[in-house]
């Protein structure tokens, strides 16, 4: 009978042990949750949003980093959440990689996983306004997603219906981009040939908020970043910049200024004509691959948040500088950090 005892708690034991030592918790495992609670314990953080390694690099390598010496990341999901401090402020930093979905599922990550109580998002990104150069650090109020269109059957026009717009899902409020405006005309016989692609209608993305009924869609197009944020950032345009690498320097020191509107797509836009329709169309300023996912995910979470884009080229060309995105980039990156450095210093003070 003792003998038998004994065998049943060992068994016992042994189906505990392999329990503790399997997935659980869905994705999350038990090692993987405890260093997140961890985390999360020395909460609430800032989190802190970058698309690319170069662009990431130069704050890793900030003197004002200081990389937590217990717990200095954590790998999930394919991404790398680094944890330490910046001034007075506990931060998670992680890189997105490129493109609306990389920067959509990481901002999700962060602020389901981590105690997150605003976010930042930086690095650099295309000019669609020639009033500005490279290395000018912007600052957009409001961010829109102009990659999701109605794309219009041949034939029809401007006065005719979209589809499924009888039922609400499609809206005409953010204009259209006609495609025969930028056509070269192109003779064929006595008639211009036509242009079957016709017009593409921007259309506001589907949202699910976390207030929200759940599977009740809401619509938004311009998400504004946090006002408190934005209001703060009037501080940093004064801030000194750099204009040159090595002994190659900017026609004019580069600035830090607010500015209306950024657009994002999984669109690299080296266009002129694109770059003067988003420009005159939407007033946009900026044009990148993420800081528009960031906002919308931010958005549903209710999570306060700002974006911080250094410019590295004029969309297209069209400047005396336009073409030396190579040359600059890194100047670019180093001037979005410093912006963000001097913006979590006015969190902080």
């Known amino acids: 009978m003792e003998s038998h005892l004994r065998m049943v708690l060992l068994v016992f034991f042994v189906l505990i042990l392999g329990i503790s030592t399997r997935t659980v918790y869905g994705a999350v495992s038990r090692s993987t949750l405890k260093k997140i609670n961890t985390v999360n ?6 989190g802190i949003i970058v698309p690319n390694f170069f662009e990431l690099s130069p704050l890793l390598q900030s003197t004002s980093f200081v990389a937590d010496q ?3 990341h954590l790998d999930f999901s394919g991404r790398r959440f680094r944890f330490g401090r910046l001034d007075n402020q506990s931060v998670v930093i992680v890189m997105t990689g490129l493109s609306m979905l990389n920067a959509g599922i990481t901002t999700q990550l962060l602020l389901s996983l981590f105690k997150v ?14 009033q500005l150069q490279i290395g000018d650090v912007t600052i957009p109020q409001y961010w829109a997603h102009t990659g999701l269109w109605n794309w219009q ?3 029809d026009g401007p006065d005719d219906l979209l589809s499924f717009e009888s039922y609400g899902d499609y809206t005409r409020e953010f204009g259209y981009l006609n495609f025969s405006n930028f056509n070269n005309k192109t003779e064929s016989g006595y008639k211009y040939e036509a242009n079957f692609l016709n017009n593409v209608w921007y259309q506001p993305e589907e949202i699910f908020p976390v207030d929200g009924t759940p599977e009740v869609r809401q619509h938004a197009f311009w ?7 934005f209001a703060l950032a009037q501080q940093l345009e004064d801030l000194k910049l750099g204009g040159c690498v090595n002994t190659t320097c900017l026609p004019r020191t580069p600035i830090v200024v607010r500015v209306k509107r950024g657009v994002s797509a999984n669109v690299f836009v080296d266009n002129n004509a694109y770059r003067q329709f988003l420009n005159s169309k939407f007033n946009a300023t900026s044009i990148d691959m993420e800081s528009a996912a960031v906002a919308l995910v931010c958005k ?3 999570a306060p948040f700002i974006v911080i884009r250094a410019l590295s080229d004029l969309a297209g060309g069209g400047s005396s500088v336009s073409n030396e995105a ?5 100047l670019a990156a180093q001037n979005a950090v410093d912006v963000v450095l001097g913006f979590i210093s006015l969190l902080s003070s």
């Open 41 to 46: 314990r020395k909460g609430p953080h800032l």
């Open 223 to 229: 998400v504004p970043i946090n006002k408190r944020y």
């Open 326 to 330: 190579s040359t600059f980039a890194s």
């Open 300 to 302: 549903q979470q209710k």
């Open 153 to 155: 059957r041949f034939g």
């Open 117 to 130: 109580k605003g976010v930042v998002h930086y690095g650099i990104s295309g000019n669609a306004d020639p």
């Open 70 to 72: 217990k717990l200095p």
